[in-house]
């Protein structure tokens, strides 16, 4: 059930030559990847801008907790406000970056219930939370990342991407489709230089699952008590599973991973890695990846797949 590390997956090893110091702005910082990444990846030497909604309101206390960070580290961090569901918002915090050389997608949240559950209103708003809000962003900074022929945007997907499950569709849909945007954006971008890739974490000790919103419609839950009865399961075991210092579980696994990502050169890095507890997902990579190559190929378009090194 474990992913595998980079240089199982055919990554060459990189020189010991200290890596360039990196311009990295990352959505969704208040909590989980985004905050731990902020701090790890400003420890590392880069200068990082670490965004999130209400930083004056009910994240105040994250925002300050990266900035005192930063102060005792001697790092670099740079906390903005920035909701990607708002155009005017992500139109707001890019004007007071200076240039942004990675972009990390990490923003987003999870609705959870039966499909039959949910309103037309509240599958839009996860799509808009989970895959328009990436796009607002990305094509926020992709003008600078042009401008030098150079960059790496990182998509944090999920293995719910990669495989559906009832009580999550929803979800799925959004993680699903973002594969696809991701994929299309890696081809579009690597004759320019600019470097897609998707990471997709397994179940890990983040707020995810408490921040899930459930569907309005809570009556037609009664229709369902199956999916109810998995879902409450399923929720325990994870439980179980996040007390267990043995199984790889820890958010701090997909941080090291966004550092490995930028730290590997281009046109090294593979375009789907999956983090974690892969419920079998990693079959399903090994066994598409193949495909996608040689559809690239029929194309005539397999020197798109990532820029050149």
Not at 5 to 27: F, N, Q, R, Y
Not at 106 to 126: H, K, V
Request: charged content about 20%.
């Amino acid at each position: 059930m474990l992913s595998r590390p980079l240089d199982a997956l055919g990554v060459v090893e990189h020189s010991h030559s200290t890596p360039m110091t990196k311009k990295v702005l990352i959505t969704g910082c208040s909590s989980g990847f985004g905050f731990d990444a902020a701090k790890m990846l400003a420890a590392k030497g880069h200068h990082v801008y670490a965004t999130m909604r209400a930083v004056e309101g009910r994240n105040a206390e994250a925002a300050t907790a990266l900035r005192d960070f930063a102060t005792a580290a001697g790092a670099a961090i740079t906390v903005l406000e920035l909701d990607v569901t708002s155009d005017e918002s992500v139109a707001a915090a890019i004007a007071q970056v200076d240039d942004v050389d990675v972009l990390i997608n990490n923003a987003g949240g999870g609705y959870g219930g039966p499909i039959e559950s949910f309103s037309g209103d509240e599958l839009l708003a996860q799509l808009d939370l989970n895959i328009v809000g990436t796009v607002r962003v990305s094509n926020a900074v992709l003008p600078m990342m042009r401008a030098k022929s150079d960059g790496l945007i990182i998509q944090v997907s999920s293995i719910a991407g990669r495989g559906a499950s009832p009580g999550l569709g929803a979800y799925n849909a959004s993680k699903w489709g973002l594969e696809g945007l991701s994929e299309a954006m890696r081809y579009e971008l690597a004759p320019l230089g600019i470097d897609v890739v998707v990471v997709e974490p397994g179940p890990f000790k983040t707020k995810f699952i408490d921040n899930m919103k459930p569907a309005a419609n809570q009556e037609m839950l009664a229709a369902y008590a199956h999916v109810d009865a998995f879902c409450n399961g399923f929720v325990h075991m994870l439980s179980d599973m996040f007390e267990n210092d043995d199984v790889p579980t820890d958010a701090g696994i997909v941080v090291e991973l966004f550092a490995e990502l930028i730290d590997t050169p281009k046109g090294q890095r593979p375009f789907r890695t999956i983090s974690g507890l892969d419920f079998g997902k990693q079959a399903i990579n090994d066994a598409t990846d193949p495909i996608r190559k040689a559809s690239l190929e029929d194309l005539n378009i397999a020197d798109w797949d990532g820029p050149r090194g």
